[in-house]
């Protein structure tokens, strides 16, 4: 009997040790996935700093609604789940990578109602106005153009806005290589020192004279070929900042230079609002004037302005000057 309560008592404290040790290493096992789970969590948001504060975003958004630069959206590799369908009116160049995209109605008051049922993760408007309202229903950045230098630097931003950098790169890279050779495609056919002018038909009671403007063809044919503007456009629109001017019938004709790239619609009246001046025009005399569909020539995003440039360059390398 001694020797068995001896035996006990130098049992018990073994096994208690065995015990508290064999609990340790079943807590640590099903502890430790636990921790290393949770310290290789890759983040879901991250935040961006915007002209409305600080905004979170997701890392990756996959089902992004634009209310006005979708050109931008479509360089980085976004194809947006909604869209304003009255953007593609005159946004044709658009329309190809958007079959698929949700109309919204008009871009100047969207459907809210259309909005929530495509269960945005991003919008990204360029209303600041709308900014409140549009966070209500996701993350919203206010993404504005103008706030940029260059073509690039808006398709850069937009890159950093979807978490799209090297896409940007990519694209930018590629837009350089398509300026080139649109130029070079027009480089031997258009004769040194010519000038034009571009000028839009639709809309106003007199056409409109276009600067390198935000819409209307103006930085395709200005910015990206770099044609000449007449001396005329150069002074009292591009040196001065404007996107565009009503020229009556009475002083059109001072602002057009050696070649004329005239925005048209079906219906569009064209010269009949220059009686007496038209006919007189050298680039009329000469066969200079290009007839250009004004549903592809009203948006000016970098996505759409390369295709704008690209086509006139076709069109001025070929000598077409009607319409398709």
Not at 21 to 39: L, R
Not at 118 to 136: G, M, N
Request: glycine residues 6%; negative net charge.
């Amino acid at each position: 009997m001694l020797f068995k309560k001896s035996w006990y008592r130098m049992a018990l404290p073994v096994l208690l040790i065995m015990a508290i040790f064999i609990s340790g290493c079943t807590q640590k096992e099903t502890v430790e996935p636990v921790a290393t789970e949770a310290e290789n969590a890759t983040p879901q948001t991250r935040t961006l700093s915007t002209m409305m504060g600080d905004v979170t975003v997701p890392l990756n958004p996959e089902r992004v609604v634009v209310d006005w630069n979708i050109g931008h959206v479509l360089a980085v590799g976004v194809t947006p789940v909604g869209v304003p369908g009255s953007l593609l009116d005159y946004g044709m160049f658009l329309r190809d990578k958007l079959v698929d995209s949700a109309d919204l109605g008009n871009h100047s008051e969207v459907s809210l109602e259309k909005m929530v049922e495509l269960e945005p993760d991003l919008i990204i408007t360029w209303d600041q106005e709308k900014f409140q309202t549009y966070s209500k229903i996701a993350p919203t950045v206010v993404f504005v153009p103008d706030q940029y230098d260059s073509m690039e630097a808006e398709v850069t931003a937009m890159g950093e806005i979807l978490n799209r950098p090297e896409e940007a790169i990519a694209w930018n890279e590629s837009f350089k290589q398509r300026i080139t050779a649109a130029q070079a495609k027009i480089k031997d056919v258009i004769p040194d020192g010519a000038t034009f002018t571009v000028a839009d038909f639709n809309f106003l009671k007199n056409p409109a004279i276009i600067g390198n403007s935000a819409n209307r063809g103006g930085r395709a044919a200005y910015e990206l070929l770099g044609l000449t503007p007449a001396p005329k456009v150069k002074s009292d629109l591009l040196d001065q900042g404007k996107e565009n001017l009503e020229a009556s019938a009475e002083v059109f004709g001072e602002y057009v230079g050696d070649y004329l790239l005239m925005m048209v619609t079906e219906g569009t009246k064209d010269h009949s609002l220059l009686p007496n001046v038209w006919d007189n025009l050298p680039a009329v005399q000469n066969n200079h004037i290009f007839k250009l569909d004004i549903h592809k020539y009203f948006t000016a995003d970098p996505y759409t302005s390369i295709l704008q440039a690209e086509e006139i360059a076709d069109r001025l390398a070929s000598g077409q000057t009607e319409l398709n």
